[in-house]
């Protein structure tokens, strides 16, 4: 257990719709990145908060946006959802900038299904 | 677009056996490398970091790096049908704060 949690486990929604994905950080952690799996392909990276400010974009649309709070725990946001947006989303946090310290640790993830 | 390359596979190994994993990468100015392994259904979960060029191991992994060819390796020795996962490699970005992966290679292990 990486102490990464994330919530729900499960969602479904339907097209054109908006959702709220929740994540919490392991302790001691200050950074969050969010990262978006489709089946068979590697994660793809979303964004990066470090310390409550956006620390870091992927090629994503602007409907995909984020909150960190600060106790460090995070929220992913998607509007006008796509059927194209189904996919599993993982939170990973690490303790910032620098070699030894950029080691990202997983969440279990939420499933998201997009009708 | 940096990228990281891996082959999808599947690779069967018989238990018992070494199974080798490689990975390709076009950042030149990568410094921190990783192997995830990512069970089906579940969140990846870090098996190796490697920084510097040359072998580092841990357990029955072993991790190789060598940054002159962009070439990293995951070696799992005395392969265990529990080994049977996805591999993913990955990169930090030399200028961006984000990890790239590769799109994994499902390794299988046979009895």
């Known amino acids: 257990e990486t102490g990464v949690t994330q919530s729900p486990t499960h969602l479904i929604k339907t097209r054109g719709q908006q959702v709220t994905l929740r994540c919490s950080s392991q302790?001691?952690?200050?950074?969050v990145s969010w990262y978006q799996q489709a089946l068979g392909q590697g994660p793809q990276f979303i964004f990066q908060?470090?310390?409550?400010?956006?620390?870091g974009r992927g090629n994503f649309p602007p409907r995909f946006s984020g909150l960190q709070f600060p106790n460090y725990s995070s929220e992913l946001n998607v509007n006008a959802l796509e059927l194209d947006d189904s996919a599993l989303y993982l939170c990973?946090?690490?303790?910032?900038?620098?070699?030894?310290?950029?080691?990202?640790?997983f969440g279990p993830g939420t499933r998201l299904t997009v009708l | 677009q940096k990228e990281v390359e891996q082959n999808s596979g599947p690779l069967s190994v018989p238990e018992g056996a070494i199974a080798s994993l490689n990975c390709t990468y076009s950042?030149?100015?990568?410094?921190?490398f990783f192997w995830y392994r990512q069970y089906s259904g579940k969140s990846p979960e870090l098996i190796m970091s490697?920084?510097?060029?040359g072998d580092k191991e841990d357990g029955r992994f072993t991790a190789q790096l060598n940054k002159a060819s962009q070439y990293v390796s995951l070696l799992i020795r005395d392969s265990q049908p529990s080994d049977s996962a996805t591999y993913l490699c990955?990169?930090?970005?030399?200028?961006?704060?984000?990890?790239?992966f590769g799109s994994g290679t499902r390794l299988s292990i046979r009895p």
């Open positions: 990973a946090s690490s303790l910032g900038a620098g070699q030894d310290t950029d080691t990202q640790y």
């Open positions: 302790s001691g952690h200050n950074t």
């Open positions: 908060y470090y310390r409550e400010e956006e620390n």
């Open positions: 950042d030149r100015g990568s410094q921190s």
């Open positions: 490697i920084y510097s060029n």
């Open positions: 990955a990169l930090k970005d030399s200028s961006a704060s984000k990890i790239i």
